[in-house]
């Protein structure tokens, strides 16, 4: 209301500033045909029919602007009203997508920030976890070792044990049939005939 005011008491100055303009102009033409001539301002009918009323003029033109301003002005401030409350609402909905948005980013590098820390948790996992394979296998490979050279040493020892058994049992075949070589070479004829006789007499007895 202020505001229209302080419209409408500009408006009336400029009128009043256009038409003292006008009166002025009207007075000087008069004095160039050489007679004096005063403005007329309030004066009505068909004598005022060259110079038209000015004060009243005035006062149609500060009505009409009157009302115009009264009324567009109320059209005009709702229109900045909504246009300012449009605004205010697309301000706030960009902040607030604008916090979204700052929200979502911060959330992403927590993700990531968490994420890194998996994969080097992961990392370290993986590595202890190789480290225990590979000393298993280790010590897997070594138990195998020491199991193929305990194997290979209990095959040769048998194997040697069976060589000894079969080397003594060659070496008391070749005893024996050496020593009935050489009996047979010793006995004569007479000493097989006693040696029978005496064993079959053994045998019957």
Not at 32 to 59: I, K, R, S
Not at 90 to 106: D, F, G, M, N, P
Not at 151 to 169: N, P, Q, S
Not at 178 to 204: C, F, N, W, Y
Request: negative net charge.
């Amino acid at each position: 209301m202020k505001n229209t005011t302080v419209l409408l008491a500009r408006l009336s100055a400029v009128v009043a500033l256009t038409l003292t303009g006008v009166a002025r102009a009207a007075g000087g033409g008069d004095a160039d045909h050489g007679a004096p001539h005063v403005a007329n301002w309030w004066g009505m009918g068909a004598e005022y029919a060259e110079t038209p009323a000015l004060g009243w003029l005035a006062c149609t033109f500060v009505v009409f602007v009157a009302l115009l301003v009264y009324f567009g002005a109320r059209q005009l401030r709702e229109h900045l009203e909504t246009r300012a409350d449009a605004v205010e609402k697309a301000i706030a909905e960009a902040t607030k997508a604008k916090e979204a948005a700052l929200a979502r980013a911060r959330d992403a590098e927590a993700k990531l920030a968490a994420l890194d820390g998996e994969v080097k948790k992961m990392k370290a996992d993986f590595e202890v976890q190789g480290k225990a394979e590979a000393e298993r296998i280790e010590a897997a490979a070594a138990e195998l070792a020491k199991k193929v050279a305990r194997d290979t040493e209990d095959m040769v020892t048998a194997e040697m044990e069976r060589a000894r058994e079969a080397l003594r049992a060659e070496a008391a075949r070749l005893a024996l049939q050496l020593a009935e070589d050489r009996i047979k070479q010793l006995l004569t004829p007479s000493d097989d005939s006693r040696l029978r006789g005496s064993l079959v007499r053994d045998l019957q007895a």
